[in-house]
Nanobody, 124 residues
């Protein structure tokens, strides 16, 4: 049974940092993309970043480029999202996702597995 478990969310003031983790289990993810998406109240889910597990290639939404960094730890089967210079508009529930998505990494519908989400709140 595939499981993605996020952790690391919380509340922080603008300009602060948080590090999210996504622990993956239940299958081999080496050929998968791992993505982070977020959904703010009253808004649609949006793509944040993704990493191709095998190569480590990374992809970012323009809104987070230069502030967020996605990485992976192969030994721990865990993906991280380091978020720096946080802004109030980053406030959302953040979801980890896994899928064999290829060039469709920006589209949540292409991912097969999702975590339960973790809340990130940034105050001004």
């Amino acid at each position: 049974q595939v499981q993605l478990v996020e952790s690391g969310g919380g509340s922080v003031q603008a300009g602060g940092s948080l590090r999210l983790s996504c622990a993956a289990s239940g299958r081999t993810f080496s050929s998968y993309f791992m993505g982070w998406f977020r959904q703010a109240p009253g808004k649609e889910r949006e793509f944040v970043t993704a990493i191709r597990w095998s190569s480590g290639y990374t992809y970012y939404a323009d809104s987070v480029k230069g502030r967020f960094t996605i990485s992976r730890d192969n030994a721990k089967n865990t993906v991280f999202l380091q978020m720096n210079s946080l802004k109030p508009e980053d406030t959302a529930v953040y979801y980890c996702a896994a899928g064999y998505v290829g060039s469709g990494y920006r589209f949540g519908g292409n991912y097969d597995y999702w975590g339960q989400g973790t809340q990130v709140t940034v105050s001004s």
